[in-house]
């Protein structure tokens, strides 16, 4: 059948239940939900209670088709983000686009796919162009329901005697999305017109096929086709494999028992995710606002009215009822911006996805049930819900990932309180540096790189335990940073070192986990631009209950260089930037240097042996750093996690010359006299509250990104700036 007699002859226009369409199965699921509190309005869950062992092995023959499904596609892909790193899902929805369950991989998709399908049902997609057995779907669009443009869905609708009954989705994270920079977080974009392709839930197949001007259309629209192609064939081999076991469970159990089953599933997991939340929690409210920089004010290659220095601001809060209920509130955030950072309703509520499914919920039962006993608040207007959809969102998720830092660090507060002191993490560092760029690479071909290295940062500590050491980021817990072989097969660029940085953790009696840093030199390539990618001049993941931050990021290198002449001596050269001032390789190798804290920036030009330094950040930590066993600061000393220096200054950990054991008796002497030089300093809070309205807020004495930020909160919220206003005791025409 050919694509025009596909799309006029389509299936009967109630392929949803019972003669209903599928838009009507989406309104009355909302209407019972909306009248009941119950998904589908049920009050019992018959399935279950009549064979509860049944019950669990359907959803766990689900969930392991699932993971079969990733497990078996991702070897289709050539792209190291996913062959590599494992950068996709696959989750299966039911016919209304809720999701029943889904396999391991980016839990953030777990809603965002849900989004797309229910878009889809809500404009009559049923009835133009078609949802027929054997189509297929595309989208990649934030404003429908994504993170940013990179993310691609495939979604392919499962038929069963003519009805509808549920939806195989998957995503991957591609290699380069034809935005105005290179790369899959694209840096540089200020428009939607700037952010490459958008695949708005296109139609882009049917009979199992892919169309053929899809195919060449993307093949034409970016930099990486064959990566593209390819991840596009895993996707959708993917979802042929849940579509093939979903049928195959039908044919075993029954249509009735699977219908029933999609149902009971979504309410037991709701009611699950209540109970959880009421056992482990203390109700209250809970607020942990969160900040991150981009410094762009000598920025000459983007537009005048974007060359600003600008601070996002995140006012978290975090309510928890008493009866089970969890929302989120983004209220007081910012405008947003003529930037690639700008997320959505749908980004939003998939980040909070992924903070669940590693605290509240950290088992294989994870579907929408938990949707349905959760809010999200997101202003109108704000970065975190434009009011236009012509902004950019190539990289959402700079803004997204320290926006939920206050989720960890609320979430662990209220396990604390409740006693449940093993389940507290302090967070994460901030997924960068993100090396990315593009230009003719080292088999003479375009090309454009995105580096996720970045997926293994240091992990936040908990109250037992210190971080992981570069072992994950906030939206994979599954992360990897891939083999060296492998990146440089796809990259024009050699490592010289990969190694742990040192004072990247954040201090604490239990210390945050180490970030690391890999040294590149560009290689067989003598056109090609780069691009760093990471917090800078601000901390965007604090610890808590004393515990400090993991360091901030900046950013190196050395161009223009004589490492050709080091080689030829066969003199020593750099393998990283031990001290973070540059001197290791400075000490060895003459050329231009570049350090500074702008850690963001746009595509800029190197060449062959040029340095380029990739500096992945470290966790927070918990509790005081001057009650940390000197024993346990001394081995990472050893480990070069933390510098003697380091630990003399901030732990009051001194250790001897010889052997690096603790000295005892200096180390006593060295705590005594910091907690003297701290009791020195200290003012009780009333008087530093009273200080700081004085001569900072009423002085209105803020640096100009932190004045935008307060003034774009306030002029976006009355309903922020009165709590600010009530919290300063302030007037009421203050305004910054």
Same mark, same amino acid.
């Given at each position: 059948?050919?694509?025009?007699?596909?799309?006029?002859?389509?299936?009967?226009?109630?392929?949803?239940?019972?003669? %209903?369409?599928?838009?009507?199965?989406?309104?009355?699921?909302?209407?019972?939900?909306?009248?009941?509190?119950?998904?589908?309005?049920?009050?019992?869950?018959?399935?279950?209670?009549?064979?509860?062992?049944?019950?669990?092995?359907?959803?766990?023959?689900?969930?392991?088709?699932? @993971?079969?499904?990733?497990?078996?596609?991702?070897?289709?892909?050539?792209?190291?983000?996913?062959?590599?790193?494992?950068?996709?899902?696959?989750?299966?929805?039911?016919?209304?686009?809720?999701?029943?369950?889904?396999?391991?991989?980016?839990?953030?998709?777990?809603?965002?796919?849900?989004?797309?399908?229910?878009?889809?049902?809500?404009?009559?997609?049923?009835?133009?162009?078609?949802?027929?057995?054997?189509?297929?779907?595309?989208?990649?669009?934030?404003?429908?329901?994504?993170?940013?443009?990179?993310?691609?869905?495939?979604?392919?609708?499962?038929?069963?005697?003519?009805?509808?009954?549920?939806?195989?989705?998957?995503?991957?994270?591609?290699?380069?999305?034809?935005?105005?920079?290179?790369?899959?977080?694209?840096?540089?974009?200020?428009?939607?017109?700037?952010?490459?392709?958008?695949?708005?839930?296109?139609?882009?197949?049917?009979?199992? %096929?892919?169309?053929?001007?899809?195919?060449? %259309?993307?093949?034409?629209?970016?930099?990486?086709?064959?990566?593209?192609?390819?991840?596009?064939?895993? %996707?959708?081999?993917?979802?042929?494999?849940?579509?093939?076991?979903?049928?195959?469970?039908?044919?075993?159990?029954?249509?009735?028992?699977?219908?029933?089953?999609?149902?009971?599933?979504?309410?037991? !997991?709701?009611?699950? $995710?209540?109970?959880r939340v009421k056992q482990l929690l203390i109700p209250g409210r809970y607020e942990a606002?969160?900040?991150?920089?981009?410094?762009?004010?000598?920025?000459?290659?983007?537009?005048?009215?974007?060359?600003?220095?600008?601070?996002?601001?995140?006012? $978290?809060?975090? !309510?928890? *009822?008493?009866?089970?209920?969890?929302?989120?509130?983004?209220?007081?955030?910012?405008?947003?911006?003529?930037?690639?950072?700008?997320?959505?309703?749908?980004?939003?509520?998939?980040?909070?996805?992924?903070?669940?499914?590693?605290?509240?919920?950290?088992?294989?039962?994870?579907?929408?049930?938990?949707?349905?006993?959760?809010?999200?608040?997101?202003? +109108? *207007?704000?970065?975190?819900?434009?009011?236009?959809?012509?902004?950019?969102?190539?990289?959402?998720?700079?803004?997204?990932?320290?926006?939920?830092?206050?989720?960890?660090?609320?979430?662990?507060?209220?396990?604390?309180? +409740?006693?449940?002191?093993?389940?507290?993490?302090?967070?994460?560092?901030?997924?960068?540096?993100?090396?990315?760029?593009?230009?003719?690479?080292?088999?003479?071909?375009?090309?454009?790189?995105?580096?996720?290295?970045?997926?293994?940062?240091?992990?936040?500590?908990?109250?037992?335990?210190?971080?992981?050491?570069?072992?994950?980021?906030?939206?994979?817990?599954?992360?990897?940073?891939?083999?060296?072989?492998?990146?440089?097969?796809?990259?024009?660029?050699?490592?010289?070192?990969?190694?742990?940085?040192?004072?990247?953790?954040?201090?604490?009696?239990?210390?945050?986990?180490?970030?690391?840093?890999?040294?590149?030199?560009?290689?067989?390539?003598?056109?090609?631009?780069?691009?760093?990618?990471?917090? *800078?001049?601000?901390?965007?993941?604090?610890?808590?209950?004393?515990?400090?931050?993991?360091?901030?990021?900046?950013?190196?290198?050395?161009?223009?260089?004589?490492?050709?002449?080091?080689?030829?001596?066969?003199?020593?050269?750099?393998?990283?930037?031990?001290?973070?001032?540059?001197?290791?390789?400075?000490?060895?190798?003459?050329?231009?240097?570049?350090?500074?804290?702008?850690?963001?920036?746009?595509?800029?030009?190197?060449?062959?042996?040029?340095?380029?330094?990739?500096?992945?950040?470290?966790?927070?930590?918990?509790?005081?750093?001057?009650?940390?066993?000197?024993?346990?600061?001394?081995?990472?000393v050893r480990e070069e996690v933390v510098s003697a220096e380091m630990a003399e200054r901030?732990?009051?950990? @001194?250790?001897?010359?010889?052997?690096?054991?603790?000295?005892?008796?200096?180390?006593?002497?060295?705590?005594?006299?910091?907690?003297?030089?701290?009791?020195?300093?200290?003012?009780?809070?009333?008087?530093?509250?009273?200080?700081?309205?004085?001569? +900072? @807020?009423?002085?209105?004495?803020?640096?100009?990104?932190?004045?935008?930020?307060?003034?774009?909160?306030?002029?976006?919220?009355?309903?922020?700036?009165?709590?600010?206003?009530?919290?300063?005791?302030?007037?009421?025409?203050?305004?910054?």
């Open positions: 059948m050919n694509r025009v007699a596909n799309v006029m002859d389509t299936a009967p226009k109630t392929a949803g239940w019972d003669g %209903r369409t599928l838009h009507q199965m989406l309104d009355d699921s909302e209407a019972a939900f909306a009248k009941s509190g119950r998904c589908f309005g049920l009050d019992r869950l018959p399935l279950k209670e009549a064979d509860p062992i049944r019950f669990e092995k359907i959803f766990s023959r689900l969930r392991g088709s699932l @993971v079969n499904a990733r497990e078996t596609a991702l070897n289709i892909s050539a792209s190291p983000i996913v062959k590599e790193l494992g950068e996709l899902c696959f989750c299966l929805y039911s016919p209304e686009g809720d999701s029943i369950t889904l396999s391991t991989g980016i839990l953030v998709h777990v809603h965002t796919m849900s989004e797309a399908i229910k878009y889809m049902l809500r404009n009559d997609y049923e009835d133009n162009p078609g949802i027929n057995d054997g189509d297929i779907f595309v989208n990649n669009d934030p404003h429908i329901g994504n993170v940013h443009t990179a993310d691609v869905q495939t979604l392919v609708p499962i038929y069963w005697e003519g009805e509808v009954v549920g939806w195989a989705g998957g995503v991957t994270h591609v290699m380069d999305i034809g935005s105005n920079t290179p790369g899959s977080n694209a840096v540089g974009p200020t428009t939607r017109y700037e952010d490459g392709l958008y695949l708005p839930c296109v139609k882009c197949g049917a009979n199992d %096929r892919l169309f053929q001007d899809h195919v060449k %259309r993307c093949e034409r629209a970016v930099r990486t086709p064959m990566y593209w192609s390819l991840d596009e064939k895993t %996707r959708l081999a993917g979802c042929h494999m849940i579509r093939a076991a979903v049928q195959a469970l039908i044919r075993e159990e029954g249509i009735d028992s699977y219908k029933q089953f999609i149902r009971e599933v979504l309410e037991d !997991s709701r009611r699950s $995710f209540v109970e606002p969160a900040f991150i920089d981009a410094q762009f004010a000598d920025e000459a290659r983007l537009p005048a009215e974007t060359r600003k220095d600008i601070l996002m601001h995140s006012p $978290f809060t975090l !309510s928890i *009822g008493a009866a089970g209920r969890l929302d989120v509130d983004f209220e007081g955030a910012g405008k947003w911006g003529l930037h690639s950072f700008n997320c959505t309703p749908s980004a939003m509520a998939g980040a909070l996805w992924v903070a669940l499914t590693q605290t509240i919920m950290p088992n294989d039962k994870v579907n929408d049930g938990a949707h349905f006993a959760t809010g999200l608040h997101c202003p +109108r *207007g704000s970065w975190v819900n434009p009011d236009t959809s012509t902004t950019a969102h190539g990289n959402a998720w700079y803004y997204l990932v320290p926006s939920f830092g206050g989720m960890f660090r609320s979430l662990g507060r209220a396990f604390y309180a +409740r006693g449940y002191v093993e389940e507290v993490i302090a967070g994460y560092g901030h997924d960068g540096n993100i090396l990315q760029g593009g230009g003719i690479d080292h088999h003479g071909n375009e090309s454009a790189v995105s580096n996720f290295e970045m997926s293994c940062i240091g992990g936040g500590a908990g109250t037992i335990r210190d971080g992981l050491d570069h072992a994950s980021v906030m939206w994979n817990p599954e992360g990897d940073m891939g083999d060296v072989e492998a990146w440089e097969m796809v990259e024009p660029l050699l490592y010289l070192g990969r190694s742990v940085k040192t004072n990247s953790a954040g201090a604490g009696r239990r210390r945050g986990g180490s970030g690391y840093e890999c040294m590149r030199m560009l290689w067989h390539t003598e056109t090609y631009e780069l691009q760093f990618v990471g917090d *800078g001049a601000v901390f965007s993941y604090p610890g808590i209950f004393g515990g400090y931050p993991g360091s901030s990021g900046y950013r190196f290198a050395l161009k223009n260089n004589d490492l050709e002449d080091v080689f030829a001596r066969r003199a020593p050269y750099p393998t990283g930037d031990r001290h973070s001032d540059g001197r290791q390789a400075t000490d060895l190798v003459r050329g231009d240097v570049v350090l500074d804290k702008r850690a963001t920036d746009l595509p800029a030009p190197f060449r062959e042996r040029d340095l380029y330094l990739s500096f992945m950040r470290g966790g927070p930590g918990v509790g005081d750093p001057l009650a940390r066993i000197a024993t346990d600061v001394a081995v990472d901030t732990y009051g950990v @001194v250790l001897e010359k010889s052997g690096g054991s603790v000295d005892e008796a200096a180390t006593a002497a060295r705590k005594k006299a910091l907690r003297e030089d701290r009791a020195a300093k200290a003012v009780p809070v009333r008087a530093w509250l009273a200080r700081e309205r004085e001569v +900072r @807020v009423m002085a209105k004495d803020f640096s100009a990104p932190v004045a935008d930020m307060y003034r774009s909160s306030m002029k976006l919220s009355p309903a922020w700036a009165a709590r600010y206003r009530a919290f300063w005791s302030l007037p009421d025409s203050y305004q910054v």
